[in-house]
């Protein structure tokens, strides 16, 4: 299947592609709002530009695949592996992404305000100046990951591993640090105002 059988059947009302193979298709700049991509592998795909407006991705392998400035608001990504995936400017607002695999992912620049990360795998990933504002973070993996200059301010961070993660410059304002193990972390000029901090960055600061 191409990107003109998909476009085809997706016009004429036909969402439902569940498991469809779509390796390194050229997808990009095509409006694929609603469509149900579940389990569907679109390894190396490319979708920049792409509207996948409320989209069911739930474990999907995007592996490698290329999402930037894609639409991916309040999208269905449960369980879905982005593993090195490109996903610069990507519009994640409200998206689920519950448990999903974003290892070494770039999400630079991206809107994931208020998605749904709970214990989502973001190992080593890019997320500078990323907005994750009023994100559920809680359970997830920020080992390794490069926050510089994003905004977490609000969001949930419970239970969160950050294992020498970088923070600087990171909005972390309005956010329950107190149970995060934050000894091996960049915290270099981080907005920490009204932030509930660990007792070992208070030990510190004192």
């Not at 991705?57 to 999402?67: N, T």
Request: glycine residues 6%.
């Amino acid at each position: 299947m191409d990107a003109d059988d998909i476009l085809k059947h997706h016009s004429a009302g036909n969402k439902d592609f569940l498991q469809v193979s779509l390796r390194q298709v050229n997808l990009s700049e095509i409006c694929l709002a609603g469509i149900n991509l579940g389990q569907a592998d679109l390894s190396g795909t490319n979708l920049s530009g792409a509207s996948l407006y409320r989209a069911n991705l739930s474990e999907a392998i995007l592996e490698q695949a290329i999402l930037w400035r894609a639409d991916l608001r309040e999208a269905l990504l449960i369980w879905a592996c982005l593993s090195k995936a490109c996903l610069i400017r990507v519009r994640l607002t409200k998206a689920d992404l519950h448990r999903a695999n974003l290892t070494e992912a770039d999400l630079r620049v991206a809107d994931l305000r208020y998605a749904d990360l709970s214990h989502t795998n973001l190992e080593g990933a890019d997320l500078r100046y990323a907005d994750l504002t009023g994100a559920n973070l809680a359970g997830a993996n920020l080992s390794k990951a490069d926050l510089t200059g994003a905004n977490l301010s609000k969001a949930d961070l419970y239970n969160v591993s950050m294992t020498k993660a970088i923070l600087s410059r990171t909005d972390l304002r309005h956010t329950d640090l107190s149970c995060i193990n934050l000894d091996e972390v960049d915290l270099g000029d981080a907005y920490l105002s009204d932030a509930a901090l660990p007792d070992s960055i208070l030990y510190r600061a004192g």
